[in-house]
């Protein structure tokens, strides 16, 4: 089956520790993008990318990293300068990124982050 | 399971009934919009889009209805089922010019379908 897979689905940090969530995708998209997600609020977007060796920053991108080295992944890095890291982190990716022809964009089922 | 949202607009509708969940955008220049499901613990699963070019559109069981003058969007949903409950939302699409677009999410709004 064709889709996105996120892992781990639920990850612990340590005070000062960086973490990677992994995101893999099979369905040949170009665009892959990271949101979080906080309880009473919208996604926001953190990072994403249209091409491989390429990335921009979303609009809540400090404390977050990220490298897209091969199409199907595109890992995050949560980075201990991130300072409120608990949430609800979701994994993306649509065909295309243009103004003419729109496309959803199609999730994995998250990796929930919690600090210990 | 996690909630995914805490103090959501809540729409509780028995089984069997129709269900309409509304939703507004910020944006006049949005030119796509997009319904999503997420049940607790999961990702949003897409359910139907609509083009700025357009003020209906219908799938299986759903219906989504544009209102650019007031800039509202709706989701209907035929004859509610218990495997409906979940949060809904509606995403907007802005175009930034070259080959950059973003979707906007909206809270969303929990359907509760009561047996």
């Known amino acids: 089956d064709g889709g996105i897979t996120q892992s781990p689905k639920y990850l612990f940090r340590k005070e000062g520790q960086n973490v990677t969530l992994s995101c893999e995708q099979n369905?040949?998209?170009?665009?892959m993008y990271w949101y979080r997600q906080d309880p009473g609020q919208g996604l926001r977007l953190i990072y994403y990318?249209?091409?491989?060796?390429?990335?921009q920053k979303g609009d809540i991108a400090e404390g977050y990293s990220v490298s897209r080295e091969k199409k199907e992944s595109f890992p995050l890095t949560v980075t201990s300068a991130q300072k409120n890291p608990t949430a609800f982190y979701l994994c993306?990716?649509?065909?295309?990124?243009?103004?003419?022809?729109?496309?959803?964009?199609?999730f994995g089922d998250g990796t929930r982050l919690s600090i210990l | 399971g996690e909630s995914v949202g805490l103090h959501l607009p809540t729409l509780s509708v028995q089984e069997g009934d129709n269900s309409i969940i509304n939703c507004a955008y910020s944006?006049?220049?949005?030119?796509?919009f997009i319904w999503y499901k997420q049940e607790s613990g999961k990702g949003p699963q897409f359910i139907i889009d609509?083009?700025?070019?357009?003020d209906k559109r219908q799938g299986q069981r759903v219906t989504v209805l544009l209102n650019k003058t007031v800039k509202h969007l709706s989701l209907q949903i035929a004859a509610t089922q218990p495997g409906d409950s979940a949060v809904y939302f509606c995403?907007?699409?802005?175009?930034?010019?070259?080959?950059?677009?973003?979707?906007?999410f909206g809270t969303g709004t929990l359907l509760a379908v009561q047996p």
């Open positions: 609509i083009r700025s070019n357009m």
């Open positions: 995403a907007e699409n802005l175009y930034y010019g070259g080959a950059t677009n973003k979707l906007i």
């Open positions: 993306a990716s649509s065909t295309s990124v243009d103004s003419y022809s729109n496309q959803p964009q199609h």
């Open positions: 990318s249209q091409i491989v060796n390429d990335f």
């Open positions: 369905l040949n998209h170009d665009a």
């Open positions: 944006n006049s220049a949005s030119d796509y």
